[in-house]
């Protein structure tokens, strides 16, 4: 086995401006930097956890303490997800070793993945839950044919949200993230709402939890499942209730697991989406390749930080791309 050295540290990311879903407020996002070295090649990887989970950066660096002492003896990235569980400690140490085998290997991480050669990907691009003049003036001005909205759970409030995006864009498509803020007996009336504005997903509308409820719920558009599922061993709460499962590195804890998810997914007879827990672009890389199996890519993150990493991934004409020289690239 090949000794490793471990560092991990906390790095910060203040927003442009504060961010808001149903039932939180951001202004930044305070991120876990790992790098694992062999003495000759480094690799990096990046979580900002999950913050419903209280999975924040100083859970994170605790976990990463935990195993420091294995990960240096020499424990591989297959060893990995059985020293720890899902979650943003994982996610940044199986990204680190993924792009630390590329620059062994001399191949890049899609390859060592078996993937093909990454394309540019059409992603959304988030608003947040504002006032809906205030949502609708920033989507006009958006250069992506693909929109989230966030919503509250405040029904007469995000129909406004709604009406006003799609009023100035017409051409569209268009999400929606209720971030588990309704609860099942508003459904029928929210569906109705989002079918008249022509809303082609809705993500997450129940509490995680509460999965159940969706059993008797008609869905006349397709439902996504985010918070509800955060792994492997969770993908049992699908059938008849989703149609959509939404996969985030920081959840699953790691591009290892999230191919695995996706690859299920399919499996079942269900569309995959890739989602960010926001972060910079290192974070975004290796979920650039997971969005290469994906229908629906939301990896928007760094477009809301004052200040990205250098190099960082692109956004142009509503496309996401990433320089092979960010993350998983051959030596």
């Not at 401006?17 to 939180?24: Q, T, V, Y």
């Not at 990995?80 to 620059?103: F, K, T």
């Not at 059938?239 to 191919?259: H, Q, S, Y």
Request: net charge negative; with cysteine.
């Amino acid at each position: 086995m090949t000794h490793l050295t471990l560092s991990a540290r906390i790095e910060l990311f203040p927003y442009k401006k504060p961010f808001r879903i149903s039932g939180h407020v951001f202004t930044e996002t305070a991120v876990v930097l790992v790098e694992l070295s062999d003495g000759q090649s480094t690799g990096r990887g990046e979580s900002a956890g999950v913050y419903y989970l209280n999975d924040d950066a100083a859970a994170i660096m605790a976990a990463i303490e935990s195993v420091r002492p294995a990960i240096e003896a020499g424990a591989t990235r297959q060893d990995l997800q059985a020293l720890l569980p899902p979650g943003g400690a994982r996610n940044a140490l199986d990204c680190a070793y993924w792009d630390l085998e590329a620059a062994q290997s001399g191949r890049p991480a899609w390859q060592l993945a078996g993937l093909q050669s990454p394309r540019q990907l059409p992603t959304t691009i988030t608003l947040g839950a504002d006032a809906p003049e205030v949502m609708a003036a920033a989507a006009a001005t958006l250069d992506t044919h693909h929109i989230k909205l966030k919503l509250t759970g405040e029904a007469e409030l995000d129909a406004a949200r709604v009406a006003a995006v799609r009023a100035v864009r017409p051409d569209a498509w268009i999400g929606v993230d209720a971030n588990q803020g309704y609860k099942a007996d508003a459904l029928p009336a929210l569906f109705d709402m989002l079918l008249t504005h022509s809303i082609a997903l809705l993500e997450q509308p129940l509490a995680r939890g509460a999965e159940a409820d969706m059993d008797e719920v008609d869905r006349p558009i397709p439902v996504a499942a985010d918070e509800s599922v955060l792994s492997l061993a969770e993908m049992d709460r699908l059938p008849g209730r989703f149609d959509v499962l939404n996969i985030k590195l920081d959840k699953c804890g790691g591009l290892t697991e999230a191919l695995a998810m996706a690859g299920r997914a399919r499996e079942m007879g269900l569309d995959v989406m890739v989602g960010n827990m926001m972060g910079s672009s290192l974070a975004m890389a290796p979920s650039f390749l997971l969005g290469q199996l994906c229908d629906v890519v939301d990896l928007d993150g760094p477009t809301f930080l004052a200040t990205d990493r250098t190099p960082a991934v692109t956004y142009t004409d509503g496309k996401i791309d990433c320089p092979a020289e960010l993350w998983g690239g051959a030596a």
